[in-house]
């Protein structure tokens, strides 16, 4: 069965310094791995996926993320965080075959401290 | 595009009350799902339909819930009798199968929610 597991259920980071929130996957077969970003009182949006090809994938509003296969790891990153960026962020993962059932883990709620 | 749209976007009901939730996927987007997402459990798959037929509704927490998809353009969620454990963020996501194959990599776009309270 497919799983992902976000350490971390807040963090705090000072505005301009790295964000960096944790995600690591359980896949019986080659993940699609996602993240997603959840303004308030808004629905989930994409902010970037991986597939196949290139770990080191980007995204919307400047923030990245590698899949790591030998650490089952798919971390979000940016390098300055932006007031605008405090949201909830949701790891997901996916994968081909089946009905494609996406799961997602239970979200980091991001503050930028000014 | 609209969007994938919901309603209500607020419902308040009593105990016992019948709630209808309503969500219009994307036009040309063949696959749609519903999640619950409270403080305590996260954000929960309910049910998914791909083509109007439901393909898993393993989720749905019991015989009080229940879905349906009568055509490609209108999906509905429904809570007979609703209960206070119910008051949740009911969201309604779609997703384009067509794209790439039949691939798990293509991307939901997500309703912006309907906001239930029961009292």
């Known amino acids: 069965a497919q799983s992902v597991t976000q350490l971390g259920s807040h963090v705090s980071v000072s505005e301009g310094a790295l964000v960096l929130l944790r995600c690591n996957y359980s896949?019986?077969?080659?993940?699609?791995l996602f993240w997603y970003v959840q303004y308030p009182n808004q629905g989930l949006q994409l902010l970037l996926k991986?597939?196949?090809?290139?770990?080191l994938v980007k995204g919307i509003n400047g923030f990245e993320a590698e899949f790591k296969k030998s650490e089952t790891s798919f971390h979000l990153t940016k390098p300055s965080a932006h007031m605008s960026d405090a949201a909830e962020y949701f790891c997901?993962?996916?994968?081909?075959?089946?009905?494609?059932?996406?799961?997602f883990g239970t979200g980091t709620k991001l503050q930028v401290i000014p | 595009d609209a969007g994938v749209i919901q309603s209500p976007r607020h419902e308040v009901t009593e105990m016992g009350q019948e709630v209808t939730l309503r969500c219009k996927p994307i036009?040309?987007?063949?696959?749609l799902f519903w999640y619950r997402q409270t403080m305590m459990r996260g954000l929960e798959l309910l049910i998914y339909?791909?083509?109007?037929?439901?393909?898993?509704d393993s989720g749905m927490p019991e015989d009080r819930f229940s879905a349906k998809m009568p055509n490609a353009s209108f999906s509905t969620l429904k809570i007979q009798p609703s209960e206070p454990r119910d008051s949740a963020v009911y969201f309604c996501?779609?997703?384009?199968?067509?794209?790439?194959?039949?691939?798990?990599?293509?991307?939901?776009?997500f309703g912006a929610g309907s906001r239930l309270t029961v009292l």
């Open positions: 997901a993962v996916s994968f081909s075959g089946g009905y494609q059932k996406v799961t």
């Open positions: 036009s040309g987007h063949n696959s």
């Open positions: 996501a779609s997703r384009d199968q067509r794209l790439a194959g039949n691939s798990g990599a293509n991307v939901l776009t």
């Open positions: 991986y597939t196949t090809g290139a770990t």
């Open positions: 339909f791909n083509n109007n037929v439901p393909i898993d």
């Open positions: 896949s019986s077969v080659p993940p699609y």
